[in-house]
């Protein structure tokens, strides 16, 4: 990847001044492996994943595991669970930008959800899932809205 990002702002006297430009490049690479396992006799199917991520621009290599598995209790009542973890490297601009900063990190999330489900017929389908997401390393920027005292802000 190669970035060349020119920035410019206007003074009253008109005269243009660099304001973050950037010229900067960086691979990032991501492989994904996955395979799934089902046994009629007991009605079950697990499906495990893995991705690995590398960054140049983070130094970074991540490991992303993923799982999932559905048990189908009776011909209309389906158990289900997942879990997994995801990241999300940072652009050039969080990095490199006026406002970045080089020593940013990918972000991370962890994703769990489980649940049933029924089937009620041909076309209906009743289900209960819960869901539980935690994150980590989230980037911030000042340039993202805000809710302060009931009011939108940019600062």
Partial sequence: MDVNSLSQRFSF??????????DQNGI???????????????????????????????SQTLNSPRASLTWSIKEHWRLHAMAG????FPDFEQVFARLGTRSLRAERATNMSGGVEALLGDRVRLSFEL??????NLFFSLAEPRLDGGFVSFV
């Fill in 13 to 22: 006297a008109n005269v243009p001044f660099d304001f973050g430009s950037f």
């Fill in 28 to 58: 990032e690479q991501a492989y994904y492996a996955e395979d799934t396992w089902s046994s009629e006799p007991l009605h079950l199917q697990f499906t495990g994943g893995l991705r690995v991520e590398h960054s140049e621009v983070t």
């Fill in 85 to 88: 973890r995801y990241y999300q």
């Fill in 131 to 136: 869901f539980d997401r935690e994150d980590a």
